[in-house]
């Protein structure tokens, strides 16, 4: 149930960051749909630029890394423990009151719902005690939006979205209007890295540890497959070359450092072969349905590896756009984001009611199109 209508506005009305209707606002964002719990105050300028005030996030990867990945159980208790503590510290570093609020949004899903529940309660809370509007945010928009919070970057733009959840590209046209425009037909490429990592014996986080192997690496040396390569539509596959490495991997047990290094240095290089030949096809398909795009832009947990970052770049360049990239703290969840996102709905009057129910999966896209055709894996959420 909505306060006011939700209407979905159409992208080229949005384009601009000056909207008539807009007023400058305060918005106290949360984060807790996966093992961040995270909370920060942002301002939305009346142009429509925005600043952090504060953006606190307390990750709980160490609770975690003992079972070699995110427990949810354990994840929804953190965020029980650590959530109102965190709010506290937003608020007071940003010194604000939560009687100046414009409004609190919080991420209501696609995540763990049990995290999920702990920060749209949260927020919930906030909103009645201090009657302050209620945002609820899907986390996938606030990675979308992110851009324009940090370089005030206009619509429409393309959105490459690599996480330990998501694989995605995603024209973004406007605030709440957002088409798929490929999407993972099996693992989300974090979650790759992750399991190779877990494979191979490194630690969890996996990402990390498999970019520094791989820098150690002969990516020749193993003939690994480039998942989807030439395919004319822009979705990912990576269940594949995963299981390729791991049956080179027991082929050559026990394995020698240095057959890790070189084990890694194949495996990214084939995602990343597979990565820049998507996006390059995601890219034609974005010009040919919405016009050229303003730019390339990467976010999530995966676009902090180097390796990724410079095949975008040049998937960026030979397609006519700019690469953009988020600072890694805004790349990664965090609250600002999700305030961000909240004060961009705010300022076209989309606020929910406190009936809004947490959802643990929701389509980025579910209000423009009709749900793709892997809408219902993992990684599709
Ligand atoms: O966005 P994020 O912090 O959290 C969510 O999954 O929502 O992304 C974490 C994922 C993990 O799967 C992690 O292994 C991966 O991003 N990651 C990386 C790198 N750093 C983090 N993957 C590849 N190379 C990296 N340098
Ligand atoms: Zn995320």
Redesign the pocket.
């Known amino acids: 149930m909505l306060r006011r209508a939700r209407k979905t506005p159409d992208w080229r009305q949005t384009q601009g960051l000056n909207l008539a209707t807009d007023t400058a606002s305060l918005v106290l964002g949360i984060e807790t749909t ?1 093992d961040e719990t995270a909370a920060a105050v942002v301002e939305r300028r009346s142009d429509g630029s925005g600043r952090i005030l504060s953006n606190i996030v307390h990750s709980q990867i160490e609770d975690h890394a003992p079972f070699g990945g995110v427990v949810p159980e354990i994840a929804a208790r953190a965020h029980v423990d650590l959530l109102d503590g965190i709010v506290a510290r937003a608020m007071q570093q940003a010194a604000v009151n939560f009687k100046n609020l414009s409004g609190v949004a919080a991420a209501a899903g696609p995540g763990l719902i049990g995290g999920v529940i702990v920060g749209l309660t949260t927020a919930k809370a906030i909103a009645l005690v201090h009657n302050t509007p209620l945002i609820a945010v899907n986390h996938l928009e606030a990675h979308a939006l992110t851009p324009r919070l940090t370089d005030a970057l206009a619509f429409p733009y393309c959105l490459f979205l690599a ?3 998501h694989t995605q590209i995603v024209a973004v046209l406007g605030v709440g209007n957002y088409v798929r425009l490929g999407t993972t037909v099996d693992d989300a490429m ?2 790759a ?2 399991k190779v990592a877990k494979m191979l014996g490194l630690p969890y ?4 540890q ?2 520094r192997a791989a820098a150690s690496g002969d990516a020749e040396r193993f003939a690994f497959p480039r998942p989807m390569l030439g395919r004319p539509d822009a979705n990912f596959s990576l269940s594949g070359l995963k299981t390729a490495v791991r049956n080179e991997a027991s082929r050559l047990s026990p394995l020698e450092p240095q057959d890790i290094n070189d084990l890694c240095a194949g495996f990214q290089a084939a995602a990343l072969e597979s990565t820049a030949d998507r996006l390059h096809v995601g890219l034609r398909i974005f010009r040919e349905r919405f016009g050229a795009p303003h730019a390339l832009v990467a976010a ?3 676009a ?2 180097q390796a ?1 970052r410079g095949a975008l770049q040049q998937v960026a360049t030979a397609a006519g756009t700019q690469f953009m990239i988020p600072p890694p703290a805004l790349c ?2 965090n609250g600002a984001m999700i305030a961000w996102a909240g004060a961009e709905r705010l300022a076209l009057g989309l606020v929910d009611s406190l009936e809004f129910a947490p959802r643990a999966r929701w389509l980025l896209d579910a209000n423009v199109t009709t749900p793709a055709k892997f809408a219902n894996t993992r990684a599709g959420f």
């Not at 986080?205 to 990390?208: A, D, E, S, T, V």
Request: proline letters at 9%; glycine letters at 32%; aromatic letters at 4%.
């Open positions: 996966c996480s330990g959840g974090g979650e890295f992750d986080p996996g990402g990390p498999v970019e999530g947990g995966v902090a590896n990724i990664t969840d």
